[in-house]
Each structure stands twice: as structure tokens, then as C-alpha cells.
């Protein structure tokens, strides 16, 4: 009965691929993220779903995708990947995406890029 | 911009209390928090804290706030080798959908 899932755990890839990355969350919240933590352990917002309408897009490239099928899930797509995209990327879900909402974090999925 | 500092490493001795101080930027944050991370795993929420309270404590962990210098800090009670991972403080902001903002993270290194 896991909360907050992603698949992959582990993604390595090619420079230039396509990949996808997805979260499901189970705790019919309407609220879903993406945060990025790179190789020095630094943690940072890239995306906020409420409801399947996005709410924060932050300073991110548009390679990057995210996609909302309906508020359960929250995937992540990326074009032509870069080394620089090589990351561990965390998916959440808070209630209701308020000040005082807790989020709640999926294990994380390992992106090397080669 | 919005921005939490935290020092980088922190070393102690199993049994002994293990502070981690957080400084914060925005006032208008309206919660606090605390996340654990242990090497390989994902974020486990530890503790939060209101903006209006000024101490709040469950089990081993202790928060103190200070929103004057708006700074924040968790102690650690006893500390065990279980508790070594890294420690993140982060403020929340915005309206509906509002991110965490992260400090870089506390590593916590527990000897026996």
C-alpha cells in the first residue's frame, strides 16, 4: 500500500534519448510534484500539478514535460536528454497544495545519462 | 528570492543530543519542516512546526523556532547510529500548489 510510487528506480540512458519517468500517489491528494536533487544533494522544485492543472513551472528547460492524466498521476517526460540531466528525481503529493499541506515524497528514480 | 541555509555537516558521539540549525528567508512562511534523508532512500518527513508556535517536541526530537531571527533548528535527543543520513530543513511559500524550498542538507554522521 505504497503512498506515493515511481517507476523507474533506476534509469540510465544515452545522451539525446527520450524518457519518461512516473509517479502515482495513492492518498487521493489533489496536489503533485517534481523536485530534482543533484549530485550534491541539492533539492529543488521543478513542477506542481493541482488537479491536473499545473500551478509552478520554475526556471526549467522544455525538454521537460509533465504530464497529467488525471490527479493520481503525475509523469515526467523528457526529450533529447543531457548529461546535465543526470539527477535523482522525487515525486510528491500534498492534500490540497496549501501552506499547511504535508508532501509526501516517492522513493526517488536514478537518472544517469551516459 | 526565497532561500534556507544550513550548514553542511554535523559529527557527534552516539548517546550525545545532535543540533541542526536552519536559517530562513521568507517571513511569510507559514510552516516549517524537517526531512530525513538515509543514503539511497527518498524523503521521510520528520517533524513540522506553525509559524506561531516556538518549540514543539515529539519523542527524541525537539524544534525550536525563532521567526524574529527567523531561525529554526531540530535536536536530536540521544542520538543513534540509525539517525546518520542527511537532515533537510524547508519552508513552504506560495499559494496552491506551493513548493518547498530546501536547504542543502545537514549530513548527520553518528559515531559509536
Known amino acids: 500500500d505504497t503512498a506515493v510510487s515511481q517507476t523507474p528506480k533506476y534509469l540510465v540512458t544515452q545522451m539525446g534519448n527520450d524518457k519518461s519517468i512516473k509517479c502515482e500517489q495513492n492518498l487521493g491528494h489533489d496536489t503533485m510534484y517534481w523536485y530534482k536533487q543533484d549530485s550534491k544533494k541539492f533539492l529543488k522544485i521543478m513542477f506542481s500539478?493541482?488537479?491536473?492543472?499545473?500551478?509552478i513551472n520554475e526556471t526549467v528547460p522544455n525538454r521537460f514535460s509533465p504530464k497529467s492524466p488525471d490527479k493520481a498521476h503525475l509523469n515526467l517526460h523528457i526529450n533529447s536528454l543531457e548529461l546535465g540531466d543526470s539527477a535523482v528525481y522525487f515525486c510528491?503529493?500534498?492534500?490540497?497544495?496549501?501552506?499547511?499541506?504535508?508532501?509526501?515524497f516517492g522513493p526517488g528514480t536514478r537518472l544517469t545519462v551516459l | 528570492g526565497e532561500d534556507v541555509e544550513q550548514s553542511l555537516f554535523l559529527s557527534v558521539r552516539e548517546g550525545d543530543s545532535s543540533v541542526i540549525n536552519c536559517t530562513y528567508t521568507?517571513?511569510?512562511?507559514?510552516?516549517l519542516y524537517w526531512y530525513k534523508q538515509e543514503p539511497g532512500a527518498g524523503l521521510q518527513l520528520l517533524t513540522y512546526?506553525?509559524?506561531?508556535?516556538d518549540m514543539k517536541q515529539d519523542q527524541r526530537l525537539t524544534v525550536l523556532l525563532n521567526k524574529k531571527d527567523k531561525h529554526l533548528s531540530l535536536r536530536i535527543a540521544d542520538t543513534q547510529t540509525g539517525d546518520s543520513a542527511i537532515y533537510f530543513c524547508?519552508?513552504?511559500?506560495?499559494?496552491?500548489?506551493?513548493?518547498?524550498?530546501f536547504g542543502k542538507g545537514t549530513t548527520l554522521s553518528v559515531s559509536s
Open positions: 521568507d517571513s511569510s512562511s507559514t510552516y
Open positions: 524547508a519552508e513552504s511559500i506560495g499559494q496552491a500548489g506551493t513548493a518547498l524550498i
Open positions: 500539478y493541482n488537479n491536473k492543472e499545473l500551478i
Open positions: 512546526i506553525f509559524s506561531n508556535m
Open positions: 510528491a503529493s500534498s492534500p490540497a497544495g496549501g501552506l499547511a499541506d504535508t508532501q509526501y
